[in-house]
């Protein structure tokens, strides 16, 4: 039976932005202990909101700032999502005050530093470190080819100094590199035929980038590679997403498995903004390193169910 979730109490915050019309919303829920043995409650509520992801705190030692988080899609949970990880991030930072935090997760254990914004009147940033990434190719005939027609895309759509991977930072992704900015602004996918590639492959959402800049970054150069994304997520029941850190996490996967970072490298992704949600990712990668580290603030929206 699921229990009555009227009462409980979401924050609102928007992640990757520092201003509430932009970014990816996300629900936080920071007390959902009396939810922790009902999925079906916890979807409900997920389901109200309305946002791709809404976050659940289900267990807490508040004197080591270790926390269970859980993810819940309106349709179904999701093993880690990293906007509402930001998002519930900044939402604890806000409340009890910056520092390191712990999450556990269905993924595993995702450590967060937080910090208050330099000057004290901005939100607060979050920098998560993901799970182990990996990438592999994509097959061409059961994944890249179903994709690209559910998508209306052709394989000359695609940049082919870039090619399709799946990969993985707590769930996975498939990997397309669009050849122009105009193709990847034209999105208008077919959302049941993609729904169902998507499904039977396990993808959590499909992640489109397009290069602005590709001439490396030695030496750590803050804006040395610099991606355009877009990711549909209907397997979430949300046409698509303003901001995706998994997806930015995995991503750091790929660039590693290409040989595109021979240095630490900060990669800026710039998502939403097609969608007029602009939002701004910093994906920190290094080439020894399997972990991705994903940054971005978060601000909290003035409402709440």
Known sequence: MTAPTTDIDVLHYSAFTTHPDGGNPAGV?????????????????????????????TERDEA????????????????????????????LADRDGPGELIFDTASGEIRVQTTADGDGDGPSRATL?????RSRPADPG??????????????????????????????????LAAATRERLADLDYDYDALEAVMRRRGWTT????????????????AD????????????????????TGAAAAAFGGYLRALGLVDAPTRVHIRQGEDMGRPSDLLLDVTPDEPRARVSGQAVRIPRSV
């Open 206 to 221: 499909v992640h489109l980038v397009w290069r602005e800049a590709g001439d490396g970054a030695a030496g750590g150069s």
């Open 129 to 133: 470190t993901s799970v182990p990434t």
């Open 224 to 243: 040395g590679l610099v991606f355009h994304a877009r990711d549909p997520f209907p397997v979430g029941g949300v046409v698509e997403d303003p901001a």
């Open 29 to 57: 829920v920071l007390d959902a202990a009396a939810l922790a043995d009902d999925d079906a409650a916890m979807t409900a509520v997920a389901a109200r909101v309305g946002y791709s992801e809404t976050a659940f705190i």
């Open 64 to 91: 080591a700032r270790r926390y269970r988080l859980r993810y819940f899609s309106p349709l179904a949970e999701v093993a880690f999502c990293g906007h509402a990880t930001i998002a519930t991030a900044v939402a």
């Open 142 to 175: 059961t994944e890249v080819e179903p994709t690209l027609a559910a998508l209306r895309w052709s394989a000359d759509d695609l940049d082919p100094a870039l090619p399709p991977h799946v990969a993985f930072a707590g769930n996975d992704h498939l990997v």
